[in-house]
């Protein structure tokens, strides 16, 4: 069987349309594997960050709650990291650190370092 002149001539460049529209999707479906990948690397990154950050200005803290912002903001900003931020609380270095995520926002995360709580310094710590 053959199709007619006419018939074949109607769907030509179907193929082109699908293999073109396939591909569209395709692509797009890896771009937001690869934004997803981005953002969880970014995630840990900022963890990380944050994590060694708060210890390394807990290990300053008895030169005071300035000299253990400041170390602990180098250590953020030698990880190539954005936004730092350092609050002293009473014996805890808390620490929250930003990682952009390239063209949508930013990957948040906060790190505390000091001793280990007993019920009685919790307590005073959650009521601030």
């Given at each position: 069987?053959?199709?007619?002149?006419?018939?074949s001539r109607d769907d030509r460049g179907s193929?082109?349309?699908?293999?073109?529209?396939?591909?569209?999707?395709?692509?797009?479906?890896?771009?937001?594997?690869?934004?997803?990948?981005?953002?969880?690397?970014?995630?840990?990154?900022?963890?990380?960050?944050?994590?060694?950050?708060?210890?390394?200005?807990?290990?300053?803290?008895?030169?005071?709650?300035?000299?253990?912002?400041?170390?602990?903001?180098?250590?953020?900003?030698?990880?190539?990291?954005?936004?730092v931020g350092c609050v002293v609380r009473e014996?805890?270095?808390?620490?929250?650190?930003?990682?952009?995520?390239?063209?949508?926002?930013?990957?948040?995360?906060?790190?505390?370092?000091?001793?280990?709580?007993?019920?009685?310094?919790?307590?005073?710590?959650?009521?601030?």
């Amino acid at each position: 069987m053959r199709r007619s002149p006419s018939q074949s001539r109607d769907d030509r460049g179907s193929a082109t349309l699908l293999a073109a529209s396939m591909i569209a999707v395709l692509l797009c479906i890896a771009g937001t594997g690869v934004y997803l990948g981005a953002a969880m690397v970014a995630r840990h990154r900022a963890q990380t960050s944050a994590d060694l950050a708060a210890l390394a200005g807990a290990a300053r803290l008895s030169s005071g709650a300035a000299q253990a912002c400041a170390r602990a903001a180098a250590v953020a900003r030698a990880m190539r990291v954005g936004d730092v931020g350092c609050v002293v609380r009473e014996l805890d270095v808390v620490v929250t650190v930003e990682v952009p995520i390239g063209f949508a926002g930013a990957a948040r995360a906060v790190a505390r370092a000091g001793p280990i709580d007993t019920p009685e310094r919790a307590h005073s710590i959650h009521r601030q």
